[in-house]
Every structure is written in C-alpha cells, then in structure tokens.
C-alpha cells in the first residue's frame, strides 16, 4: 500500500512539472482558453523543432532529392512560427487551426517523400488526445472535425504510401532508425500529453472541490460579522436537542438601543458596530460553543456540555466585553451594550421550546433595563419555572 502512494505521489510529481511546463501564461487568457493556447504553443514550439531537425537531416542526406521536401519544411517551419506568434497574441482558435493544418498535412505530405516505413507518420497519432488539449470544450465540432483528419491521413500514409512507392529510395537501416526515433517521440510525447491532462483534471478536481468549499463557508458566515448565520447554529442546536443528547445551555442576545445608532449615524456606523461587536463575541468563548447571527442585531449562543451556573458565568463574560470599550466609527465612539436571554436545552427532539424560553429571558432582561443576563431555569416563567435576574456590574 505504501508502495502504491508512493507511486501515485510520483506520478503526481511529473503531471504537476509537466502541468507548469506547458501551462504557463501565454496570450493573457484565462481558463479554458488560456489553457489552450499555452498548450498550442508548447507543441507548435516542438514541431518547430523536429521539422527543422528533419530539415537538417534530409539537407545533409541527400538534397537534390529532397528539395522539394525541404522547401515545404521550411513553409511548415514559417507557419508554425507564426501559430507560435498568434498564441502569443492570444488568438487561440486561429492558432489551434493553423498548427493543426500544418501537421496533418506536413505528416502526409513527408510520407509521400520517403513512405510509412519511416514512421513520421506515428505523429498524426498525437492528434487523438492534443485535439482535446488545443481546442476548448465549445469548439467541440472542431475537436472531432481534425481527430477524424488526423486518422484518415494516417490511415492514407499507412496503406498507400508503402517504401516502394516514396518518391526518394532510403537504405533499410536508415528507415528503421528512423522509425524508431519517430517511435520514441511519440511515445514521449504521448506521455507528457497524458500526464498533462491528469494533471488538468486534478487542477479541475482540486478547484471545484475549493469552490464547493467556499460556497459553504459562505452559506454559513455571515459576511458582516464573520459569525455562523442562523443555519449552521440550527442544525446543531436540532442536533443536541435529540433524546439522548448531551446537556447544553442556550442564549439569544440583543444590542441595546442599536435602532438609534442605525438612525442617527447611519447604517454605516451600524455595520461598525456589528463587525466589533462579532469579532469580540468570537473571542469570549470556548472552543466547543457556537454563536452565530440570529437576524439584524441578534445574536445566539450554543453552549454544550455546560451547566446553567457555568453558562450564566460566560454569558456575563460575553456581556462585559462586548461593553468594555466603545466603538470608534470616524470622529465619534458608540457605546454599547447588550442584553442576554439564557435558559437551558432540552431532549425534546426540537429546540423550538428552549428558543422560545430564550427570547422570553431577553425580554425580561430588556423590561429590567437592558444590559444583563436574565435566566430562566423551567418550561416558562408564567408556568411556574424560575427566571434569574443578573444585574449589570458598575464600570
């Protein structure tokens, strides 16, 4: 098993190096088509390279015979710079048509030169999985048009141009070393070719897995605050409020007088106030509690495994730092301050009832002049349960 990882993590290792290699920027063009023309560039650059070396060769070989090879090569060479060029300017599909042409027409034209025997013809085998590389997903006729081109003419190179009917007579030896180096290039070819399309689909796995991630995180903070909104804080509060489920404590808290704040300084100043007031609630609890946006200037509070004592000691904690200092908003600070309903959860199967006991301490608090923690301890104060009333500490 080790062994296979290891496997699997080098073969990411080539994917990723061959990734960079033909995935840098060319063109300024971004995703698919940015893709695309980097990778017509790389392999225009390539054919430029084996069509002069060819050139070289047939030059050195035999050039009266081959002149008329050579001048076509060197047309090829120029058009393949200039695909070059054009992926440089960003023009991909025009590129992507020219290098394409070229190719299956050089591959042809060379076999008719010196026949299948030479192997040259192997390349138009390349075409199979470049036409996905070169051409993007709305140019899906294209991808097709030049996979079935390519085929036809390998297929004319391999049953009608035989060495008996090439135009220049080669030694045999030189024919199969040729084959071989063709044989070898496009093997390696083919290679970096697949080890770039995993290494696409793993950049594509890995963004979408990135955007699903962030989608979450942003259907579950609230942008503001940078608290959990109300779904997350349901889900669990429906989750501990199952038969059987651990003890937890629960609290709805309330900005005191922040409609005046809105009102006379602006909503501008009111978003100050809520992104401070979000960030000190986050630093006063611990790392088991929730605490998310409930809705305007609401707050909740989910406290697991924590007694009514234990989570009236923390909701006073909550309560004097969110009023410790006020907020500066441009030339003038905010006050604030913040009331607090507490009361125990319940196995009910649904947290409706202690939500409700919740707003109902907040409403008691609020009745008893704001800025406290007011708890209550059964079903209902009205049905004979017991609400605590924790007066603001002097500051």
């Known amino acids: 098993m080790g062994a296979g990882r290891g496997d699997r993590a080098r073969a990411n290792q080539i994917s990723d190096v061959v990734g960079r290699l033909l995935d840098r920027k060319v063109g300024r063009l971004g995703g698919a088509e940015g893709r695309a023309v980097s990778t017509i560039h790389a392999v225009a650059v390539f054919g430029l390279i084996v069509t002069l070396s060819y050139t070289a060769f047939f030059m050195t070989f035999d050039f009266q015979a081959f002149s008329g090879l050579i001048t076509l090569n060197i047309g090829f060479s120029l058009a393949f710079v200039a695909a070059i060029l054009l992926a440089r300017l960003g023009r991909q599909l025009a590129a992507a048509l ?131 909104t109300r779904r997350p804080v349901m889900e669990r509060l429906e989750h501990l409020s199952l038969p059987g489920g651990e003890e937890f404590c629960l609290a709805v808290a309330d900005l005191d007088h922040f409609k005046a704040v809105n009102d006379e300084w602006g909503h501008a100043c009111g978003d100050k106030v809520l992104a401070a007031v979000g960030a000190r609630l986050r630093g006063a609890l611990r790392v088991s509690d929730s605490v998310g946006r409930w809705g305007g200037e609401e707050f909740i509070f989910v ?93």
Not at 101 to 110: F, H, I, N
Not at 174 to 201: E, P, Y
Not at 312 to 327: C, D, Q
Not at 369 to 391: F, H, N, Y
């Open 98 to 228: 020219l290098f394409m042409t070229c190719a299956v027409v050089q591959l042809l034209a060379v076999s008719v030169w010196v026949g299948w025997e030479a192997g040259l013809h192997l390349h138009l085998l390349l075409a199979g999985q470049l036409v996905f590389l070169v051409f993007t997903e709305r140019q899906q006729a294209l991808r097709w048009l030049f996979a079935a081109a390519a085929l036809a003419a390998f297929l004319t190179a391999q049953f009608a141009f035989p060495v008996e009917a090439a135009r220049v007579e080669m030694p045999e030896v030189v024919l199969a070393t040729m084959f071989s180096v063709n044989a070898l290039l496009v093997g390696s070819t083919l290679f970096v070719l697949a080890a770039l399309t995993h290494f696409r689909a793993e950049q594509a796995r890995s963004e979408a897995a990135e955007s699903a991630a962030r989608a979450e995180y942003l259907a579950n903070t609230d942008a503001l605050t940078g608290l959990a």
């Open 303 to 395: 406290l697991p495994e924590a007694t009514i004592s234990d989570a009236t000691i923390m909701m006073e904690r909550v309560r004097s730092r969110v009023g410790a200092a006020p907020v500066t908003c441009g030339d003038h600070d905010h006050s604030i301050t913040v009331s607090i309903g507490l009361t125990y959860g319940d196995q009910s199967g649904s947290p409706h009832h202690a939500i409700m006991r919740a707003d109902q301490a907040l409403y008691t608090a609020k009745a008893d002049g704001r800025d406290r923690v007011c708890t209550i301890r059964g079903e209902s104060s009205a049905s004979g349960g017991t609400t605590t009333r924790t007066k603001r500490s002097s500051r």
